[in-house]
C-alpha cells in the first residue's frame, strides 16, 4: 500500500534524505469515542499496519531504513516477555528481511504475555529468556559488547524511543493537524497517551507546538519513575527539537505542552490495579480485541478520569495497541 508524503518533510526537509523502510497504513483513523462522552475521540494507531499495528510501527520506517543503510543483518531488542514492542519488532524486522534476537526480562503472566511469546515465535524471532531484567542487561550488554563496531548487528533499546525514533510522532501530531484541517475531527484540547519510553507522547508534544496548537499531551506513566520523570522527557524533548533543526526546521522557538500522570501506575509496569482490568474489559467492548493492563488498561483507565476532570474539553485517545496480527483465541 502506497501512504500518502510524510508531512514531517514539508517541515523538516532535510529528513527526507533519511533511509527509511515504508510500512504504514497512513493516516490512520480519527473516530468518536462516544461511550466516554460527545467530545471523546480516538486515534487509531491500533491499525497502522494490518500485519501488526500499535505505536512502534512509526519507528521502525525510520529506525528500520537506519539498519538497512548501515548493512545491518541482524535486529536485536530486549523487553519484558509479554513486551509488544518486541513483537513489532519481530513482525516488521523479520518481514524486511532481518533475522530477529531479542532478550526477554519477566514479566507477571497473563494470556496477553502467552500471545505475544506465541506471536514473536511466530513470526520466527529468536528469543532468550535470561530471568530478571539485571540479567537481561547484563546479557544483552555482553552482546553488544562482542559486536561493537559491527554494522551486521543493528540494536534496538527497550521502548525504542530517541530522536530519529521520535520523529514518528511529530509526523504523527502533524497527520492529525491535517484531518483536522480537513474537518474529519475537532482540534483536541489534550491528548491522552499511555507513556513509556516516551517518545510518543514527546514526538506528539512537538508535532502539536510545530502547528501553533495549545494542545496538551497527557502521558500517563505506566513503568517505573526513573525511566518515565519530566526530566528524562524533557531531555527527550531537546534532543528531538534540535534533530528537527539539523534537518533544517526554521520554526519559532517550540514549547512541546505534556504532563504526566503518575496516578495509574500501582505497583509498577505490567502490574494490574483494578482500574486498568476494567480498563482492558472496555478496550475489548470498545476494539473487539483482547486488551490488556500494561499500557492500554492504565490509559483508558486515564482517559476516563480525564473526561471528568476536563468537561468542556475536547480529548483525542491514542490507540497505541495493536488490533491487528492479534491471536483469534484471546478474541473477546
Ligand atoms: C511502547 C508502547 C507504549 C509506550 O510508548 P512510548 O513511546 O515508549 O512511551 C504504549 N502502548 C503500547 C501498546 C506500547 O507497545
Same mark, same amino acid.
Given at each position: 500500500?502506497?501512504?500518502?508524503?510524510?508531512?514531517?518533510?514539508a517541515f523538516a526537509p532535510g529528513l527526507a534524505r533519511r533511509p527509511r523502510i515504508e510500512l504504514t497504513d497512513r493516516p490512520t483513523a480519527i473516530?468518536?469515542?462516544?461511550?466516554?462522552?460527545?467530545?471523546?475521540?480516538?486515534?487509531?494507531?491500533?491499525?497502522?499496519?494490518? &500485519?501488526?499495528? #500499535?505505536?512502534?510501527? +512509526?519507528?521502525?520506517?525510520?529506525?528500520?531504513?537506519?539498519?538497512?543503510?548501515?548493512?545491518?543483518?541482524?535486529?536485536?531488542t530486549v523487553g519484558g516477555l509479554g513486551s509488544s514492542q518486541v513483537t513489532s519488532v519481530a513482525v516488521h524486522a523479520g518481514a524486511a528481511g532481518f533475522k530477529v534476537s531479542a532478550v526477554l526480562f519477566d514479566q507477571l503472566e497473563s494470556a496477553f504475555v502467552s500471545e505475544a511469546l506465541e506471536l514473536d515465535a511466530r513470526?520466527?524471532?529468536?528469543?532468550?529468556?535470561?530471568?530478571g531484567i539485571a540479567r537481561a542487561v547484563l546479557s544483552t550488554t555482553r552482546r553488544l559488547g562482542r559486536h561493537r563496531g559491527d554494522p551486521s548487528l543493528y540494536f534496538i533499546a527497550p521502548g525504542a524511543s530517541g530522536p530519529v525514533a521520535n520523529v514518528a510522532y511529530v509526523d504523527c501530531a502533524l497527520e492529525i493537524g491535517?484531518? &483536522?484541517?480537513? #474537518?474529519?475531527?475537532? +482540534?483536541?484540547?489534550?491528548v491522552v497517551v499511555a507513556c513509556g519510553s516516551g517518545g510518543t507522547a514527546v514526538g506528539l508534544s512537538i508535532g502539536f507546538a510545530m502547528l501553533g496548537w495549545p494542545t496538551v499531551v497527557t502521558a500517563v506513566r505506566i513503568t517505573d519513575l526513573v525511566a518515565s520523570n519530566a526530566l528524562t522527557l524533557g531531555a527527550m524533548a531537546f534532543a528531538t527539537t534540535r534533530l528537527?533543526?539539523?534537518?533544517?526546521?526554521?520554526?519559532?522557538?517550540?514549547?512541546?505542552?505534556?504532563?504526566?500522570?503518575?496516578r495509574f501506575i500501582g505497583r509498577g509496569y505490567g502490574y494490574a490495579t483494578p482500574e486498568a482490568e476494567r480498563g482492558a474489559r472496555r478496550f475489548a467492548e470498545?476494539?473487539?480485541?483482547?486488551?490488556e493492563v500494561t499500557y492500554s488498561g492504565k490509559a483508558l483507565a486515564a482517559l476516563e478520569v480525564a473526561v471528568t476532570e476536563h468537561p468542556g474539553e475536547t480529548i483525542l485517545?491514542?490507540?497505541?495497541?495493536?488490533?491487528?496480527?492479534r491471536l483469534a483465541t484471546l478474541r473477546s
Open positions: 500500500m502506497s501512504a500518502p508524503p510524510h508531512p514531517i518533510l473516530e468518536q469515542l462516544p461511550a466516554f462522552g460527545s467530545r471523546v475521540w480516538v486515534k487509531r494507531e491500533d491499525r497502522v499496519s494490518s &500485519v501488526y499495528g #500499535g505505536n512502534k510501527v +512509526r519507528r521502525w520506517e525510520w529506525l528500520l531504513g537506519e539498519a538497512r543503510a548501515r548493512g545491518a543483518t541482524e535486529v536485536m513470526a520466527g524471532a529468536a528469543v532468550s529468556a535470561v530471568g491535517e484531518q &483536522v484541517a480537513a #474537518g474529519i475531527a475537532p +482540534r483536541p484540547d489534550r528537527l533543526r539539523r534537518e533544517g526546521f526554521t520554526g519559532r522557538r517550540l514549547r512541546p505542552r505534556f504532563e504526566i500522570d503518575h470498545l476494539f473487539g480485541v483482547a486488551g485517545w491514542i490507540n497505541t495497541l495493536s488490533t491487528t496480527g
